[in-house]
């Protein structure tokens, strides 16, 4: 059975910084793309950051320089640094494994910035 379990989200104030876990188990997690999306209120889920089986990297425009995101295979674990945090950047965070014909989901975990 895969399991997607997001982790770390909650409150922060405007500038602050939180780091999304995402821990995976039923896949061969090295053979995947690891994707953070999000979806806030009334908006549609967008990919926000992604990491390839050779951890090449790709970002939406609006949070480059600031989220970093990384995995570490041997745990397999994929992480999002979220740094300089705006209002914006509010939304239910949702992990993703995807491979051709294979996507897979958690749960979501919130993230509110607010002061």
């Known amino acids: 059975q895969v399991q997607l379990v997001e982790s770390g989200g909650g409150l922060v104030q405007p500038g602050g910084s939180l780091r999304l876990s995402c821990a995976a188990s039923?896949?061969?997690?090295?053979?995947?793309?690891m994707v953070w999306y999000r979806q806030a209120p009334g908006k549609q889920r967008e990919l926000v950051a992604a990491?390839?089986?050779?951890?090449?990297?790709n970002y939406i425009s609006s949070v480059k320089g600031r989220f970093t995101i990384s995995r570490d295979n041997a745990k397999n674990m994929v992480y999002l640094q979220m740094n300089s945090l705006k209002p914006e950047d509010m939304a239910v965070y949702y992990c993703?494994?995807?491979?051709?014909?294979?996507?897979?989901w958690g749960q979501g975990t919130q993230v509110t910035v607010s002061s």
């Open positions: 039923g896949i061969i997690f090295n053979i995947y793309t």
């Open positions: 990491i390839t089986p050779g951890s090449s990297t």
């Open positions: 993703n494994a995807h491979k051709s014909r294979a996507d897979y």
